[in-house]
């Protein structure tokens, strides 16, 4: 009984129940719809990108929270501190589409050696979900890797996922549009302060990087993207 307690005023303890219990309920909604092979595996692939950020921060000495899940919505990590630069803030924010990245390539390759349609599919799903987190808008990941550049690229990024709640309206879209606005009108709003404060000042190679970056994950994305969407169709 002693050992229960002490377990559970652990902060560490507190933090593992907290991602294992929002992991299992978002497992439990997702597999409603998709059954509970592909949502566990789903639910994998989400956790995968947000332990990329992790591991990132760690690497860069920035202490965050847990990641937490909400189904339908996918899952999130907190920084408990101000990144010094925003080349940091970039280097976290890309380590997620990157690790997600190699999960879903991970995930791909058994698919295709095991002739595993429901594997392909699963793949498929996460080069979609890192795909879309590359939007170049904050909140999403894209938004903070571009903010290396400009933040003024959040602003090509709004008529693109307006774009998308057109074409595929979402409750997950209509989320992030919510969040998104305010988000990009305060960075508007605080550029002179920031540029002031030397949060953006970045070298101009280092910019190239992240820029090449981008780019070549972006397109490496959608070309499995739209692959895998094919070779799903041909079966279907």
């Given at each position: 009984m002693k050992l229960l307690?002490?377990?559970a005023g652990s902060a560490k303890f507190s933090k593992l129940l907290l991602t294992a219990g929002t992991m299992l309920l978002s497992i439990g909604a997702y597999a409603m719809l998709w059954g509970w092979r592909f949502a566990t595996g789903f639910v994998l692939l989400i956790f995968a990108h947000e332990m990329g950020h992790v591991l990132a921060a760690r690497q860069r000495g920035l202490a965050v929270s847990a990641p937490a899940f909400i189904p339908f919505v996918g899952a999130y990590i907190m920084m408990k501190q101000q990144p010094a630069s925003?080349?940091?803030e970039a280097y976290v924010a890309y380590a997620g589409p990157f690790v997600g990245t190699l999960?879903?390539?991970a995930v791909y390759y058994l698919g295709r050696n095991e002739n595993d349609t429901m594997l392909l599919a699963l793949s498929y799903s996460g080069f979609v979900l890192n795909l879309f987190n590359l939007l170049p808008i904050s909140p999403l990941d894209g938004g903070r890797i571009t903010a290396v550049l400009s933040p003024s690229i959040w602003f090509f990024g709004?008529?693109?996922l307006l774009g998308l709640m057109i074409y595929q309206p979402s409750p997950m879209l209509f989320v992030i549009a919510i969040v998104a606005l305010?988000?990009?009108l305060r960075a508007w709003r605080m550029r002179h302060e920031?540029?002031?404060?030397g949060y953006y000042t970045v070298a101009t190679?280092?910019?190239v990087e992240y820029a090449a970056l981008y780019i070549g994950l972006v397109a490496l994305l959608s070309l499995m993207s739209y692959q895998m969407h094919e070779q799903l169709a041909g079966v279907g």
């Open positions: 307690l002490l377990l925003v080349e940091t999960a879903s390539f709004v008529p693109i305010p988000q990009a920031l540029r002031a404060a190679e280092t910019k």
